[in-house]
T-cell receptor, first 109, second 115 residues
Framework: EDQVTQSPEALRLQEGESSSLNCSYT??????LFWYRQDPGKGPEFLFT???AGEEKEKERLKATLTKKESFLHITAPKPEDSATYLC??????????FGQGTRLTINP | DVKVTQSSRYLVKRTGEKVFLECVQD?????MFWYRQDPGLGLRLIYF???????EKGDIPEGYSVSREKKERFSLILESASTNQTSMYLC??????????????FGPGTRLTVT
């Protein structure tokens, strides 16, 4: 069964303190891994798609990387506005996504 | 910019009422999806559609139906609302080309409370 596991469940950092979020997946034939950001009470906002091991994508203070079994979302020198829940997802079948439970990130000023 | 809009941000309905949630996307996407999101359970797929008038059940279709009469619009219907359908409902859409689908874009969500 396709599964996505994110860790940690919650992470609290000081402003400027870099860290990484983990997304482990088990899926036969990865066709895409997606990262989303979700603010409280809002819909998820698309961040990145990664397709193959070794691929990296960057956006501002965020960098996503992919291996054959997991993806990392690295956050460098975070600011309070980076506080959100970060979700990862992989394709299950042709169109469906299976999501992880998310990591709730809090950046204290 | 992709835009997915949902008809209401907040909705309060009574048990037994028929409830319509509407979603519209402006990017000519083939696929549209309805999810519900609950604390501790994450995002769960209710129904999706890969073409006009086509629909497929997701993981939790019981108590729901959908309608897609036009490519840009996908409706979720709660035939007889129950308190356990109180949740955040999220619509999404994605592009497909030759059976390959791409990232999903989400609407702002509808917080439905059934009393």
């Amino acid at each position: 069964e396709d599964q996505v596991t994110q860790s940690p469940e919650a992470l609290r950092l000081q402003e400027g303190e870099s860290s990484s979020l983990n997304c482990s997946y088990t899926v036969s034939g990865l066709r895409g891994l997606f990262w989303y950001r979700q603010d409280p009470g809002k819909g998820p906002e698309f961040l990145f798609t990664l397709y193959s091991a070794g691929e990296e994508k960057e956006k501002e203070r965020l960098k996503a990387t992919l291996t054959k079994k997991e993806s990392f979302l690295h956050i460098t020198a975070p600011k309070p506005e980076d506080s959100a829940t970060y979700l990862c997802a992989v394709f299950q079948g042709a169109q469906k996504l299976v999501f992880g439970q998310g990591t709730r990130l809090t950046i204290n000023p | 910019d992709v835009k997915v809009t949902q008809s209401s941000r907040y909705l309060v309905k009574r048990t037994g009422e028929k409830v319509f949630l509407e979603c519209v996307q402006d990017m000519d996407h083939e696929n549209m999806f309805w999810y519900r999101q609950d604390p501790g359970l994450g995002l769960r797929l209710i129904y999706f559609s890969y073409d006009v008038k086509m629909k497929e059940k997701g993981d939790i279709p019981e108590g729901y139906s959908v309608s897609r009469e036009k490519k840009e619009r996908f409706s979720l219907i709660l035939e007889s609302a129950s308190t356990n359908q109180t949740s955040m409902y999220l619509c999404a859409s994605s592009f497909s080309i030759r059976d390959l689908s791409y990232e999903q874009y989400f609407g702002p969500g509808t917080r439905l409370t059934v009393t």
